[in-house]
């Protein structure tokens, strides 16, 4: 088996705007199973990126440990890149944010990885609205130690060795919310339609916007009676909604019957355009998200789409009042302060 990555494109690939080429967007060869729901996720935010032309050395793609934390070797090769330690994400990604806010982030973990050994950094993330996009690929077991249940799992849900999971499994996007998340959303590895247009909006969006996709291990949890296997998932989808990502430059041009559909607008213009598929269904009531998620629960149904969004909160630069300029950039003059200056602080405080 050869793990040389082939060097030939489809000729009639076209650059985007930047010039770039999807190519430049991609990684190295992956090594995961065949028919691993991460590679589906991973060539999502391969189009996610070049639809938005994003220069790729403006990206920071950070990730734990896991079969998840492997992926970002796979795309985006040409992207500053931090792989941590099993759970340790959200601490090198707020570092990182706080010290060059400049830059896109991308956390990329797994259900194991967020919420297990990082749950107590993780919900922390969440409720300091650090501005980053963080993309679950949840498939509710741990496919690096031979398929045990991960915290996500549902309960009464069989692994490949039959055994029926007797916990109660963590909904990271009912914790999400609850912790004040601006931007929750749900997706399936294999619906690639509504998940790209969901990576859009929240690399656009201005605070911490989480997406729970379910990714199925073909190898670990893909059998009858697992509520993480393909089948399984396809049966039981409820959709909020359709999903469409309308850049800021592009004309918005609607022609549907009144009440059909939302627009969410974030904050450089851009939309994402829901069409309702639940009846009365508003990503902005906070309650009616939680409701929701509840309900498809009990159903054994999983809630896709965008569950929730607040395009109003402050993220984490703005409550602590910090420097525009990466640190990287400031001169020794303006890191250390004039002794006059720390003799007023020190006052200011007796």
Sequence with gaps: MSFIKPNFRHPGHKPNALG??????????????AGCGHDSIGAGIIQACFELNIEPHRLAKLSGIGCSSKTPAY?????????????????????ANLANRDLIYLGVSGDGDTASIGMGQFVHL????????????????????????????????????????V???????????????????????????????LIKA???????????????CVTFNNNPGSTKSYDYVRQHLEATATVDFVPPADVIEVNYEDGAEVDV?????????????????????????????????????VLTGLIYVNEVQEDLHVMLNTCERPLNQLTE??????????????????
């Design 167 to 197: 916990f109660q499994n963590i909904d990271l996007a009912g914790l999400a919310i609850e912790l004040g998340a601006g931007f929750v959303a749900r997706s399936f590895s294999g619906d690639k339609t509504q998940l790209v247009p």
């Design 265 to 301: 607008t974030m904050h450089n213009g851009s939309q994402l355009r829901l069409r309702k598929l639940q009846p009365g269904w508003n990503p902005y009531q906070k309650d009616a998200a939680v409701r929701a998620l509840h309900e498809a629960s009990t159903a054994g149904e």
């Design 333 to 350: 003059r303006e890191l250390l302060p004039p002794l006059q200056a720390l003799d007023a602080i020190n006052a200011s405080l007796r």
């Design 126 to 165: 969440v409720r300091r609205n650090l501005n980053m996009t963080y993309i679950v690929m949840n498939n509710g077991c741990y496919g690096l130690t031979k398929g045990q249940d991960s915290a996500t799992a549902d309960k009464g849900s069989k692994s490949k060795s039959g055994n029926a999971n």
């Design 75 to 95: 795309f985006l090769g040409n992207s500053h890149g931090f792989n941590s330690v099993h759970g340790r994400m959200p601490s090198v990604a707020t570092g």
């Design 20 to 33: 770039f080429l999807p190519s430049d967007y991609e990684g190295l060869l992956s090594t995961l199973c």
């Design 202 to 216: 929240a690399l656009n969006h201005p605070g911490f916007a989480l997406i729970d996709v379910i990714s199925p």
